[in-house]
């Protein structure tokens, strides 16, 4: 979960911790004036996060062990690539839905720096495989019909859709680094202790109008 900033710059004496006229807590306050509408579908957001986890992780599991089972039977490329865009939406059931699942039900982030960039790493690194294995799997279709007799045999296309996904992979792998980069943990700009993942710069507005 993220703070959603908007066009809000806070007036310093809301964040005063020692003369709060709303009785508020700074960081009710804080989420009143970002997303006032986050505690009213909080329940109802983490319910579909967790409904879509479940379901997600469980039918992708199934039909993983079932593709595995079928590939080693008899090998194809596009099994093959069925596999991996199979592991591919698991992951993404786990660290996107299961993972926001968690964190909108916590609502602060506890799991440290080390946990806060590896996360936000592994989904958009489960995004970014996602993405690429199915372009791949629509070039080597395109491949197949545009080429039935030179470029479709059953050893080609196996060996063309292995080298292929390592280039996928590796390429959402690269392209998610920044991910690791930019999000670390950080106390909020709020009298509480509270530490959420963000991005750099995530509360400059915050800080500025607090001084």
């Not at 970002?34 to 319910?47: G, I, L, N, R």
């Amino acid at each position: 979960m993220e703070i959603n900033h908007g066009e809000y710059s806070p007036d310093p004496s809301e964040f005063n911790c020692s003369d709060n006229p709303t009785g508020q807590t700074s960081v009710a306050v804080l989420f009143n004036q970002t997303d006032p509408e986050y505690f009213t579908y909080q329940h109802s957001y983490v319910a579909i996060l967790l409904v879509g986890a479940f379901f997600g992780i469980s039918l992708n599991s199934i039909l993983l062990i079932h593709l595995t089972y079928e590939l080693f039977k008899e090998p194809r490329a596009l099994g093959f690539m069925m596999v991996q865009l199979s592991f591919a939406h698991l992951m993404v059931s786990v660290f996107c839905l299961l993972g926001d699942g968690i964190w909108n039900a916590t609502v602060q982030w506890y799991g440290g720096d080390a946990l806060c960039r590896s996360m936000k790493y592994l989904q958009m690194f489960s995004l970014y495989s996602t993405t690429l294995l199915l372009t791949g799997m629509s070039i080597e279709a395109c491949i197949t019909v545009s080429f039935p007799l030179t470029k479709s045999s059953r050893p080609s296309t196996l060996h063309r859709a292995r080298i292929s996904s390592a280039v996928y992979w590796s390429l959402a792998a690269l392209s998610s680094i920044p991910q690791a980069v930019i999000f670390h943990v950080k106390k909020a700009p709020v009298c509480e202790e509270f530490y959420q993942c963000v991005t750099h710069g995530s509360y400059i507005r915050f800080e500025f109008a607090t001084r």
